[in-house]
Structure formats: structure tokens, C-alpha cells
């Protein structure tokens, strides 16, 4: 049975050594991935992203476990999820409703142990035997509550309108490049094959042509593209971002800029 993990705790400290020990303690065969434990801090939206793009080329009934802003509260519990024929395990912060484009298959609250909810290690000490219980085959009734909802988020959603959308950057890959939320089916349905402008936060930067790869350009030349999770990408060619190449690090640009989409029509052809 496979268990990914995904969390904040970086490869620094030996937080993450403990929770892989804790998994082959209790299950000496199973199967370890990690996904990432390179999310900033407590950030979810950046864990949903990673999450998003990731889970659904795993096979059925792998177990994602995820170690972000894992702390237990009055508003967030922590609950298993049964999606898309997996299970995942962590915090109900709304990172549940970011990963998903559907409503859970199944949600059950983790049953209170007075012992271990005073533990300051949720991963390792709630979610892995958790985890470890489902790899055997075990059902979630067995360790928790059926429950009905999950906390939701709302993130910020392109503002459309006839001849422009606007959106933002979402996430910054290890490359630099801008990561935004408008989709490619967005694109399409408002812009209807007219040519457009791609204005990026400084408006003497402006892109004028959607590419399918990369090495459409040469070295070092900014592209758009729609890459591989469908979202439209800003990118430098060959760019690394802390060697003086990324998107990020030439134009400026951080998460939540602003990316505007304008299309062309004879009234602003010429303006």
C-alpha cells in the first residue's frame, strides 16, 4: 500500500526521518513517497496546488497524508477523506476543498483520544497510525465519525469580462516560473481565437502569443504557455530562478500579482 506524504518540515530537521520510523515501525512494508516538504510554512494554498496536481496519477487506495498547519482546534478537526477512490488524512483548514473539484465521496472525524490530542507531532502521532490503519485494510468507520461537510476556501477567481480577464499568480515553481489561475478553457471561451496582450504587473512587459512548449522560443526569451495542470504559465526559456533567470526574479512578480489578459478588438487594436 503506497503513503505519501506532503508537508512543511523541510528535510533540515529530523521531522520528517520520525515520521517515515513511525510508518515502517508499525507497517515494515509499506510504501513511502514524498511529495513535497518543501511547502512554505502553514501555507495551504501552496500544499492544495502541489496536492491538486499530484494525487490523481497515484493509484486507488493510496493514502496521502498531509503534514500542513496540522494543528488540532475548536475549527479544525481532523478528518479522513475518501476521493477519487483514495484516502487522505490532515487538518480540516480548507485545504480539502482546494484539492478537490467535487465533494468528498466519504468524511469521518477522527475519534478523540485525550492522550494523544495533547501531542504537539499530529503527523507523526495521529495521522500515520491513522494511515497505517487504512494500508491494512481497515475502514474508517472503525477510527472515526462519519460527518457530512468539510471547511471551505474560497481563493481569488479570474474577473472576467467581454475583452480582458484578470487573474494572479498562484504559485512560483523551483524554476521561477509564474503559475497563474486562469485556465486554458477560460481563455478560450472569452477570448474566441482574438488577439490579445498578456500584461504582466509592469506594464512594459506584455506577451502577445500562447506557446506550446517551451523551446518554442530561444534561451533566455519569455514565454506563456498552458502548462501540464492546464493553468496558464509565465516563463523564461532555459530560466532558474536565484541564477538571475526566473520570471519571478526578472519581472518582479510574487504570488497574488496581477496578471491581465487584454483581447483585442478594432476599437484597442491601435491603442
Not at 73 to 96: C, K, P, T, V
Not at 112 to 126: A, G, H, L, V
Request: charge should be neutral; aromatic fraction near 10%; include cysteine.
Amino acid at each position: 500500500m503506497l503513503i505519501t506524504l506532503t508537508s512543511d518540515m523541510g528535510l533540515k530537521d529530523y521531522y520528517v526521518a520520525a515520521i517515515k520510523g513511525s510508518i515502517y515501525n508499525q507497517l515494515p512494508e509499506a510504501k513511502v513517497v514524498d511529495i513535497s516538504h518543501d511547502i512554505p510554512p502553514f501555507d495551504i494554498v501552496h500544499a492544495s496546488f502541489v496536492l491538486k496536481n499530484t494525487f490523481k496519477h497515484f493509484p486507488k487506495n493510496t493514502i496521502h497524508v498531509i503534514g500542513v498547519d496540522a494543528e488540532k482546534n475548536e475549527e479544525n478537526r481532523h478528518l479522513i477523506i475518501r476521493n477519487y477512490d483514495q484516502y487522505f488524512i490532515g487538518a480540516d483548514n480548507g485545504i480539502f476543498s482546494l484539492i478537490f473539484d467535487k465533494n468528498p465521496d466519504g468524511i469521518w472525524n477522527l475519534n478523540r483520544n485525550s492522550e494523544i490530542d495533547d501531542f504537539s507531532f499530529p503527523t507523526k502521532d495521529i495521522f500515520i497510525p491513522i494511515a497505517c490503519h487504512l494500508a491494512r485494510g481497515g475502514l474508517p468507520a472503525v477510527v472515526a465519525n462519519e460527518v457530512k461537510e468539510i471547511k471551505t476556501k474560497q481563493l481569488f477567481r479570474p474577473i472576467i469580462d467581454n475583452n480582458s480577464i484578470k487573474g494572479m499568480v498562484c504559485y512560483i515553481d523551483k524554476y521561477g516560473n509564474l503559475i497563474t489561475n486562469i485556465t486554458k478553457q477560460i481563455f478560450k471561451e472569452i477570448g474566441k481565437n482574438k488577439p490579445f496582450k498578456i500584461f504582466l504587473t509592469k506594464s512594459e512587459y506584455s506577451i502577445e502569443k500562447i506557446h506550446h512548449k517551451y523551446n518554442d522560443v530561444v534561451e533566455g526569451e519569455r514565454i506563456a504557455i498552458f502548462g501540464s495542470s492546464g493553468f496558464l504559465e509565465i516563463a523564461i526559456n532555459k530560466g532558474v530562478k536565484g541564477s538571475g533567470g526566473g520570471a519571478s526574479q526578472l519581472f518582479g512578480i510574487s504570488i497574488n500579482d496581477i496578471i491581465t489578459i487584454e483581447f483585442l478588438t478594432n476599437d484597442n487594436k491601435n491603442s
